[in-house]
C-alpha cells in the first residue's frame, strides 16, 4: 500500500487549503480500522503529528491547529482529509499521511509542500 498526497500550493496567510491522502491499494476492510493521521515536517526540523482521527471518526489536533485545521476521512474512497483554515507562516511544510497504530500499513509518499509566505 502506497499513500499518495495532494492538495498543496503556495497560499496567502490567512487563506486556506484542503489536502487528500489515499492509501493506494488498499482495501476498505484493512483502510477503515486504521487511526489516520497528518504529519508535517519543516526545514531542519523533526516531522510532527498534526492531526489524528479513528476508525471511529474521533479527532486529535496539536495546539497550534485547533480550531483551524479539520481531519476527516472516507474509508469508501479509502482517503483522509485535512481542511486548514487561516493559515500562518509556521503551517509551512511538507504534509503527510499515513497509519499511526500500523507502521506496516503502507509506505510513506512523497508528502504534499504547503507554503505560507511570511
Known amino acids: 500500500v502506497q499513500m499518495v498526497e495532494s492538495g498543496g500550493g503556495l497560499v496567502q496567510p490567512g487563506g486556506s487549503l484542503r489536502l487528500s491522502c489515499t492509501a493506494r491499494?488498499?482495501?476498505?476492510?484493512?483502510?477503515?480500522?486504521?487511526?489516520m493521521g497528518w504529519y508535517r515536517q519543516a526545514p531542519a526540523t523533526e516531522r510532527e503529528l498534526v492531526a489524528s482521527i479513528t476508525s471511529g471518526g474521533n479527532t486529535n489536533y496539536l495546539d497550534s491547529v485547533k480550531g483551524r485545521f479539520s481531519i476527516s476521512r472516507d474509508n469508501s474512497r479509502k482517503t483522509v482529509y485535512l481542511r486548514m483554515n487561516d493559515l500562518k507562516p509556521e503551517d509551512t511544510g511538507v504534509y503527510f499521511c499515513?497509519?499511526?497504530?500500523?507502521?506496516?500499513?503502507?509506505?510513506w509518499g512523497q508528502g504534499t509542500q504547503v507554503t505560507v509566505p511570511s
Open positions: 491499494g488498499s482495501i476498505w476492510s484493512t483502510f477503515s480500522p486504521q487511526t
Open positions: 499515513n497509519s499511526m497504530g500500523d507502521a506496516s500499513f503502507a509506505q
